[in-house]
């Protein structure tokens, strides 16, 4: 097993090369003191502990890159020193393996770091008989040292945690921008497209009825008003949200679809409600509204004169939206941003959608969880 399995990484790996060198300046100073820590004892021991002492200390300089294995190496090198009665004045090299691994090591890599400073303790204590003052020292300091590795480690974690809330709740927060933005541009195309489609087929008519039938005439004109007044009224509450601090009101729903019904020029339209109301998800009901007012716009501008039916079938799970008419069927045509609208409100809802002709006219069926 090797110790990309064993250890996370470097602890901060450099992004610059004046970090990368200040990491290698740190190292090359807690060799060096390694180094003189490892070998100031075997000055004047047998010519053999050099080498030891050496192991028990140079490997420090890589101590990041490997430090499972390297770590196995120094600890092996420093219980040798001890056996040999030259501890160490200071284990440093084994001190700083640990402290490695207690920062950047996977749990297996933490147990055997733990396992193998006991061990090594207790081989250096018990093998030349030290003094149990020993013991606690050397105790002390592995303890010291993988309890500042792991608060390293909690510190880093937290920081990695706290990047990572800000980044998901910057996500977030993009996505509600990008939805709001969808939202408010479907709003727009079904209000400028309803109302202007009305006031068209209103005014072409207005212009007909004009010498032929002036009461008639004044009437249509009315409408035209009424309906413009009623789609300025959306518009400035669909754009109020693009306002810093202004003050959003609902838009229309489930409850306006019988004043939208009531209220349509040009065609025949009746409301058939089944079922008992109940209270549903605020995008249910505005896609429902918004459903209705797509329909009833597309049947007064390509079938006038025709009856439309609507009706909403409500169940303990679902709310069943449909729109009929009988006007003559239309032949091929390029589909229009309506109905793309009407499918994306209904599968943000995670409803259904199915809209075409029919035998005597068009029909458009949507399914809207409520449950």
């Known amino acids: 097993m090797s110790d990309g399995s064993l250890v996370r990484g470097t602890r901060a790996a450099p992004s610059t090369r004046h970090n ?10 807690l060799t060096v003191l390694a180094v003189g820590a490892a070998l100031y004892p075997v000055l004047h021991g047998p010519l053999w502990t050099v080498p030891a002492a050496l192991l028990a200390s140079v490997p420090v300089f890589w101590h990041r890159r490997a430090p499972v294995r390297l770590g196995i190496l120094v600890g092996v090198a420093t219980i040798v020193l001890a056996v040999a009665h ?7 090299g084994g001190l700083v393996f640990l402290y490695t691994i207690a920062a950047d090591g996977e749990p297996l890599a933490r147990w055997l770091g733990v396992a193998g400073a006991g061990i090594g ?13 020993v013991a606690q020292y050397l105790g002390a300091a592995y303890v010291a040292a993988y309890a500042l590795g792991i608060g390293v480690r909690a510190r880093r974690l937290q920081t990695e945690a706290t990047a990572e809330r800000e980044r998901r709740l910057k996500q977030a927060e993009a996505a509600a921008v990008d939805r709001e933005r969808t939202r408010i541009a479907r709003d727009l195309h079904d209000i400028v497209t309803h109302s202007l489609g009305i006031m068209v087929v209103q005014a072409e008519a207005g212009g007909l009825a004009v010498r032929a ?13 009424d309906t413009g007044r009623s789609a300025i009224a959306q518009l400035r ?8 601090g202004a003050d959003r009101q609902p838009p229309p729903g489930i409850a306006a679809i019988g004043d939208l019904v009531a209220g349509v020029h040009g065609v025949e339209a009746t409301l058939a409600v089944a079922g008992e109301s109940r209270p549903v998800p605020g995008d249910v009901d505005v896609a429902a509204y918004r459903i209705v007012q797509e329909a009833l716009t597309n049947v007064v501008r390509h079938a006038p004169g025709s009856r439309v039916e609507v009706s909403l079938r409500w169940s303990v799970d679902q709310l069943s939206v449909e729109i009929t008419d009988n006007g003559a069927k239309a032949g091929p045509t390029t589909p229009g941003f309506g109905l793309v609208g009407m499918r994306e409100r209904v599968l943000a809802c995670g409803g259904t959608l199915r809209a075409g002709p029919r035998a005597d006219g068009f029909a458009v069926a949507a399914t809207l969880p409520i449950g």
């Not at 990368?20 to 100073?29: F, N, P, T």
């Not at 303790?121 to 003052?133: K, M, Y």
């Open 20 to 29: 990368a060198r200040v990491w290698r300046m740190i190292d090359g100073l």
């Open 86 to 92: 030259v501890p160490p004045l200071v284990p440093l």
């Open 121 to 133: 303790v207790a081989i250096s204590v018990v093998v030349p008989g030290e003094d149990f003052t």
């Open 213 to 225: 039938d002036p009461p008639r005439a004044e009437e249509t004109f009315a409408t035209i008003a």
């Open 237 to 244: 509450r669909s754009l109020g949200v693009l306002r810093s």
